[in-house]
């Protein structure tokens, strides 16, 4: 039993939890996060790996871009490069509507300065001659790439905790309360956190949180549903995508092909996840129709974890309508892994400088108009079904 | 309303055999799924049709194989028996399996999990060369193709599995080089009275001993393996003895074996808790004696929960079966069962004197060097895991895994997992079963991406 008085109290240590922490250490600020399991449990630590800014919505683009360059700066800052490679990624279409969109997509890119080159039928055969027939072309941002995410979120929280972070692993929080301007949090293990600010990066609990201040959110909980190969042969380079999402694969340097698409099965209260085995091998089937030299491949290993997902697919990364000193970063909708390393540059600035240095006005939490289901949406939160 | 699907049994050795005996005789029409070609397990594994040596290869177990064999033969038209299909996934009332490369799924209510045991390792410097061999393979190899993995092999580990396979080997016209015992004679004298309970078994495994000590067999007790030597092929086993001195012998395959551990995988996929087992140092799936889970219609018998050795699983695989028809409310011999409970007990009596008497070498496992491979699937080293265990702080198994690879690959784990935990627990000043176990996830075996591309052409 003990009390800490600190100046941010952060809750959940995925990659946006354990980026604030980082960031804010850096500034000298005093900061508590609290996870209830290991940082990196869920969605941050068991997802594809992908560090793409290519495909993104144009409202996250201005984060990924600065994620993108953190990325690239991991051992400096961190002393650990988290297995990122600028693999490339390598996005296709399987018909001439995804086509079009490919070469719709690359124009918008280019006002936010993001360089995709749009591959024509030929040229892709030409460049990638292990592809199907399936693929019609494909847009390739030569600056993406993939990282493990396993060693992630641990090396933030080690980086934190050097920069004088204290980062508490199993402290499950129990209540949340409001004192005077500023908050106190209880544990179950029956310590308390009390701080002037709060930051909500509990992922796919992160709707809970917001709802007890007022703020309730259509937040799904999603599973995706992934898979690894043993090793073989070393010939996809970049990091693969297609329009649509129904598929998606990655090989790295030693030989294992990660490969994932379709949700697995999710339960936020009972905090499990499995993979389904039907979504595992249709994903299977899809990948072995996009890169037929897959069919000769094995299995060894399928997984998942939790995720939040909001009906527009992009998170909510910004103050609190309801309560000063209230911050929110959670509902990464897939997204955490790869722009999670700049959501702790930006929350570190939004709590100590009070604005954001990289846009972040689409991600406000008001866009849902207090509703917590999807049916009550206004049109301009509801998913663009990319 | 349609009627309750038959009952699955997941295992063909004596323990499933047993079951689908009972349940048959239920009037129950059981479907058998087994990874093997023929029924018997691993113990009583049938030769390949064609193979002229018989039962002689079961040696005193002769009777049991017999038994089993004719047993399961007298059944087969009863039952659905679905042999070469491994199961590679388990959800609540859904089994996934693959045979011949095709996926393929079946809807099931009561299960009887009879998963039976694999060899456990430790990793002796050079344990990887080519020409080192599983104890159990070694006897597959014997039993199930009249083959000996070497012309002198050498025998390493402990437990009563070294010593009647060595014994076999010599049986069947083979060069034994050697039997290196890690566990002091002093530590098995200790359980004489414990041992006594074998009877039978007890008796046979004394003859074993006294054969090859007989026959001129080198043999060594309490000793630690320093090294296999070889570079493309095993050419000779080096360990320092009790008294400090070093003992090698020239050999052209080890069979190393330090017990066996259950195969536990779909048990918790099942959703079965797993619980640590102290006198053997590994976890197993949690059961009552009967063989029920806390998961209903999840029966568990045999060594795939409990290693107990093949008379324990036949009785398991009776017990599991009568409990999963008195749960149908199907009346069952209450005498017979109480019968077979108290030969259980017997048997488990028995095998904590067995356990005690060859105990698992925790030390040895937790001293591995730290260039020696203790995950060959994907390479880690005894020196990788400590270095995750202490710089990044890896207290819990399953994130020694995440860190380092450790149990990430083919095997999942299978093989290394209860070494690293010693090896784990050892850097961290922890207690074993504090880092908990390895979650199984599927497949529990490598699943070939053509038999899901298959499944689709159907």
């Known amino acids: 039993m003990s009390t800490t008085t600190t100046d941010v109290a952060i809750i959940g240590g995925g990659g946006a939890g354990c980026a604030t922490a980082l960031h804010l250490a850096w500034r000298k600020a005093r900061c508590v996060l609290l996870e209830r399991g290991f940082v990196g449990g869920q969605a941050s630590g068991v997802n594809y790996g992908g560090v793409r800014q290519q495909g993104r919505d144009p409202a996250e683009l201005p984060i990924a871009r600065r994620a993108r360059e953190i990325w690239g700066r991991l051992p400096e800052l961190i002393g650990t490069d988290c297995e990122f490679s600028v693999s490339g990624h390598l996005k296709l279409a399987r018909d001439h509507a995804e086509e079009a969109e490919l070469v719709a997509y690359a124009e918008t890119a280019r006002e936010y300065g993001i360089e995709l080159r749009v591959i024509g039928r030929n040229a892709i055969r030409a460049e990638y001659p292990w592809l199907s027939d399936q693929v019609v072309a494909g847009s390739f941002c030569a600056d993406d790439g993939q990282a493990n995410p396993r060693l992630l979120c641990p090396a933030l929280a080690r980086a934190a905790r050097r920069a004088g972070a204290d980062i508490r692993e199993n402290a499950r929080v129990s209540d949340i309360a409001r004192d005077g301007d500023g908050f106190v949090i209880r544990t179950a293990d029956g310590n308390e956190v009390r701080s002037s600010i709060l930051v909500n990066a509990a992922g796919a609990w992160g709707g809970e949180i917001s709802a007890r201040f007022g703020e309730p959110v259509p937040i799904e909980t999603i599973a995706p549903n992934m898979a690894v190969t043993e090793p073989i042969p070393y010939f996809i380079k970049p990091n693969l995508g297609v329009c649509g999402g129904n598929v998606y694969c990655r090989q790295i340097p030693r030989g294992n092909v990660i490969l994932g698409g379709g949700r697995g099965e999710a339960d936020a209260v009972a905090m499990r996840a499995r993979a389904l085995p039907e979504i595992t091998l249709a994903a299977l089937r899809r990948a072995v129709a996009l890169v037929p030299r897959l069919a000769s491949a094995t299995i060894i290993r399928t997984w998942t974890g939790i995720e939040g997902y909001l009906p527009d697919d992009i998170p909510v990364v910004g103050p609190s309508r309801t309560t000063p000193g209230l911050f929110h970063a959670f509902g990464f909708s897939g997204h955490g892994f790869a722009i999670g390393p700049a959501i702790g540059a930006i929350m570190s600035e939004l709590v100590l400088d009070g604005r954001s240095t990289t846009p972040i006005g689409a991600l406000t939490i008001d866009r849902f108009g207090g509703c917590d289901k999807v049916g009550e949406l206004p049109d301009r939160a509801r998913s663009r079904n990319h | ?458």
């Open chain 2, 1 to 458: 309303m349609s009627a309750a699907p038959p009952p699955v049994i997941v295992g063909a050795g004596p323990a499933g055999v047993r079951a689908a005996s009972v349940l048959v005789a239920a009037g129950l029409r059981p479907i058998v799924i087994d990874e093997a070609p023929a029924s018997g397990g691993q113990i009583y594994r049938r030769a390949p049709a064609g193979f002229m040596r018989g039962a002689a290869v079961y040696g005193s177990e002769a009777a049991k194989a017999t038994a089993i064999h004719r047993t399961f033969d007298s059944l087969v038209d009863r039952i659905d028996y679905r042999p070469q299909t491994t199961v590679w996934n388990l959800r609540p009332g859904r089994l996934y399996t693959v045979r011949d490369g095709v996926c393929d799924e079946l809807t099931f209510g009561d299960i009887v999990l009879a998963t039976g045991a694999m060899d456990r390792i430790v990793p002796i410097p050079g344990w990887t060369i080519p020409g080192v061999y599983a104890l159990g393979g070694a006897q597959i190899s014997l039993k199930a193709q009249g083959c000996v993995v070497g012309a002198r092999t050498a025998f390493v580990g402990t437990g009563p599995l070294l010593w009647l396979v060595a014994y076999q080997y010599l049986k069947a016209g083979g060069t034994v080089a050697a039997v290196v015992d890690t566990t002091p004679f002093a530590t098995k004298a200790r359980q004489l009275f414990g041992l006594l309970r074998g009877g039978k078994t007890f008796i046979n495994g004394l003859r074993y001993v006294a054969t090859l000590r007989l026959k001129g067999v080198r043999i060594t007790e309490g000793a630690i393996p320093v090294t296999i030597v070889g570079s493309t092929h095993v050419t000779a086993l080096r360990w320092r003895e009790a008294s400090g001195r070093e003992g090698s012998v020239d050999c052209d395959a080890v069979a190393i074996g330090f017990g066996l551990k259950p195969e536990s995988q779909l048990a918790d996929l099942a959703g079965v808790a797993m619980r640590w087992n102290d006198g053997q140092r590994v976890w197993e799936a949690a059961r009552d004696r009967d063989g029920r889970t806390a998961v209903e219609g999840v029966y568990l018998a045999g060594d795939g929960s409990a290693i107990a050795g093949a008379d324990a699983a036949e009785i398991d695989g009776a017990l599991a079966a009568y409990a999963l028809l008195a749960d149908r409310r199907v009346t069952v011999p209450e005498a017979a069962v109480a019968e077979l409970r108290t030969r259980r007990a017997r048997l488990t009596r028995f095998r904590e004197a067995l356990d005690a008497a060859f105990p698992f070498p925790a030390a040895l496992a937790a001293a591995t060097a730290d260039d020696t491979l203790v995950c060959r699937c994907e390479a880690v080293n005894a020196g990788e895991l400590r270095a995750a265990a202490r710089d990044l702080d890896a207290r819990e198994v399953n994130r020694a895994k995440a860190f380092s690879r450790v149990g990430m690959g083919r095997c999942q784990g299978r093989v290394c997992g209860p070494v690293a935990v010693e090896i784990l627990a050892a850097a961290l000043g922890m207690p074993t079963q504090a880092l908990g176990a390895l979650r199984a996830q599927p497949p529990i075996k490598p699943l070939p991406m053509t038999a899901a591309v298959r499944l689709a052409a159907e």
